[in-house]
């Protein structure tokens, strides 16, 4: 199984920007997904996540309202849109997945929740 994510730049604060992550390989089951972020000295954290069977989605207080996340299962890709963003969302992105398709909410902003990492994307926010 292999995640690849793509979309990330250079954005100005106010702008928006689309992140993309491809799953491939094993994807005959359902996947629950999720983005993190890293920035430059600090800790991982979690950003957003997609159960796959009830579709319900999961963000960070600091990113509510700001971002969102859509699904193409036909082509096993989620996406993290982000809008009105701040230099606090630079960072590189990283999308996660695990194959259980409904962990319980509390274990989704856990970076041990999830089996298979991307590459990660640098997204960063600056006039």
């Known amino acids: 199984v292999q995640l690849v994510e793509s979309g990330g730049g250079l954005v100005q604060p106010g702008g928006s920007l689309r992140l993309s992550c491809t799953i491939s390989g094993r994807t005959s089951s359902g996947y629950t997904m999720a983005w993190f972020r890293q920035a430059p000295g600090k800790e991982r954290e979690f950003v957003a996540a997609?159960?796959?069977?009830?579709?319900?989605?999961h963000f960070a207080d600091a990113v509510k309202g700001r971002f969102t996340i859509s699904r193409d299962r036909a082509q096993n890709t989620d996406s993290l849109q982000m809008t009105t963003m701040t230099p606090e969302d630079t960072a590189v992105y990283y999308c996660a997945a695990t194959q259980n398709p409904h962990p319980i909410v509390s274990v989704l902003s856990l970076p041990r929740t999830y089996d298979y990492w991307g590459p990660g994307t640098q997204v960063t926010v600056s006039s």
């Open positions: 997609k159960r796959w069977t009830t579709s319900s989605t």
